[in-house]
């Protein structure tokens, strides 16, 4: 079976316009961007489940939106998210397993709800990456000049972007390895991580990227909002 | 005294809409994007005067902008800039000595036309950090998740990001400094220097960093156009 999994617990409303609404239920040109990403996972074929992770207060608020967007809601499975993103991934894999037991070969492919423009070849490329290598992570190369500091005040080094990447979500991975993987985790551990390639990394597994995509963005900011507004609206982007 | 360096000799016309102009020279709402940037440096009377380095081919032409988009010419010179980014610099850095000398406490602040949106802040640390610390460079902390792999493939390292942080321009000296600099470099050296700041460090030089803005971003991609407009057209961007 191949899982998606939508994360869509945060609570960010840092877009200062009075709207109190998390980012991921704001709308865009009047739907919710949560229901683009949706939207998304539902189009590619190769996904059995998908399960949306929300924070308990919009539990229902999410089940009536999905109503109102979206006809077949058989693959849909709305799950209760947790107080950080690791505790989230921790229910929603819970949730998988508790529903449907934990295959060999189960992939689970983690996604940000506030990354609607996530590419179909993305989605796929995250399955059959998983497949291939048990565990991949959406990446595009480093373009900006990168200054290191440890001090905060005079750059130390100007490292070689040629060796970095800018890591964007999903991040997919082989079910019972990735399951291993969070069991693993020290509590230590659990409270630093700050995202979900991480978990390979603090265990020394190899997590291979797939390429990512310039439009695969994360809505943050409000200049991020006029992007994607123009995105929806049918304007062509690079 | 203080100059300006407008650097705007790049020819990249990567946003493929038919429009051969290089970026710097494109229009938003009317109004070529250099002479946003052009008006941004003379806003601030600190400056003495500013130069714009252009490609001997956009010389004429750039110098027809000028004439029909700004009234007071007075602190304008237009150079013609080299084959790279070093050559124009370097370029720039010979016209205002052999115009004006080189002062042990002049400044130059060196910035990129296809970055309009640089603030007033922004220039007025670059001269007064250039004062106090010789070197600086307008600096954004990274929010992205960064990847390290050598080998394009397996992710060898998550970096803490607490340690990195993008670089923007302006980059800004004391002249004599900067000269000095400029000169060390090996032939080698000079053809490896992507960016300014690096002048720097290849010298071992310590280059202190000030605050830059999300706002000062570099217009590349056809979605940077998309954004620029927006905020040009009076969006008010967070």
């Known amino acids: ?59 229902d608020y999410t089940t009536k939106l999905i109503d109102n967007y979206i006809e077949n809601k058989s693959k849909i499975k709305i799950t209760c998210g947790g107080k950080e993103r690791i505790d989230t ?23 940000d709800a506030v990354r ?3 590419t179909d070849k993305i989605l796929i490329d995250s399955i059959e990456g998983a497949k291939k290598y048990n565990a991949v992570v959406c990446a595009i190369p480093m373009v900006d000049t990168l200054l290191f ?23 997919s991975f082989k079910l019972p390895v ?6 693993k985790l020290s509590k ?3 409270k630093n991580v700050t995202g979900t390639s991480q978990i390979c ?6 997590i291979h990227m797939i390429e ?13 909002f006029i992007l994607a507004e123009s995105m929806i609206k049918g304007s062509d982007i690079q």
Request: glycine content about 6%.
């Open 149 to 171: 500091s440890k001090n905060k005040n005079v750059v130390e080094q100007i490292p070689n972007r040629d060796y970095y990447y800018k890591g964007q979500a999903p991040d």
């Open 178 to 183: 990735f399951v291993e993987l969070l069991n």
């Open 188 to 190: 230590e551990e659990r």
């Open 201 to 206: 990394t603090m265990n020394n597994y190899p």
């Open 1 to 59: 079976m191949n899982y998606g999994i939508i994360l869509a617990s945060g609570k960010g409303t840092r877009v200062k316009d009075g709207n109190n609404l998390p980012k991921q239920f704001r709308l865009i040109n009047n739907k919710p961007i949560i229901i683009y990403t949706l939207l998304k996972f539902l189009k590619i074929k190769k996904f059995d489940l998908i399960y949306v992770c929300v924070a308990e207060e919009y539990l």
């Open 212 to 224: 990512g995509d310039e439009q695969n963005f994360k809505i943050t900011t409000k200049s991020d």
């Open 89 to 111: 991934i921790t229910n929603a894999i819970n949730a998988i397993i508790k529903d449907n037991g934990c295959g060999n070969d189960d992939i689970v492919v983690i996604h």
């Open 116 to 118: 609607p423009f996530v």
